[in-house]
């Protein structure tokens, strides 16, 4: 299945964008990923990192899938900009995390797309 939409990320200075954290809510792990688009980021401590996932309709949301270390990235902003959910992390300390995107039927396990990022702060 060919990708339609554009997936966007981006570095921008720290100073760009307010560090204010959100709360997050519990729900079910998501299962087995389907493939999908893949990009990787170089960045560096301190930095900010935007990813840009495209609104789906009929219920369905974007979730962190996996599990990834807080210290090397920490999610610090998530806005709706145009037709896209941008999701705004800052570099922590030096090392790499993979951050998986599935999109869901609400809160389920199956996941209908998936988006990748490998975050590598130098």
């Given at each position: 299945?060919?990708?339609?939409?554009?997936?966007?990320?981006?570095?921008?200075?720290?100073?760009?964008?307010?560090?204010?954290?959100?709360?997050?809510?519990?729900?079910?792990?998501?299962?087995?990923?389907?493939?999908?688009?893949?990009?990787?980021?170089?960045?560096?401590?301190?930095?900010?990192?935007?990813?840009?996932l495209p609104h789906r309709s009929g219920g369905r949301v974007w979730r962190i899938a996996r599990a990834?270390?807080?210290?090397?990235?920490?999610?610090?902003?998530?806005?709706?900009?145009?037709?896209?959910?941008?999701?705004?992390?800052?570099?922590?300390?030096?090392?790499?995390?993979?951050?998986?995107?599935?999109?869901?039927?609400?809160?389920?396990?199956?996941?209908?797309?998936?988006?990748?990022?490998?975050?590598?702060?130098?």
């Open positions: 299945m060919a990708v339609r939409r554009f997936i966007g990320a981006l570095v921008v200075p720290a100073a760009v964008v307010s560090t204010a954290a959100g709360a997050r809510a519990t729900a079910p792990p998501v299962g087995p990923l389907p493939s999908g688009p893949k990009a990787t980021i170089v960045t560096h401590p301190g930095e900010l990192v935007a990813v840009a990834f270390d807080g210290k090397v990235l920490q999610e610090v902003s998530e806005a709706d900009v145009g037709s896209n959910v941008v999701i705004v992390f800052k570099a922590g300390r030096a090392g790499s995390v993979t951050i998986a995107f599935a999109l869901t039927k609400g809160e389920t396990a199956r996941a209908l797309e998936a988006r990748t990022f490998d975050i590598r702060v130098r």
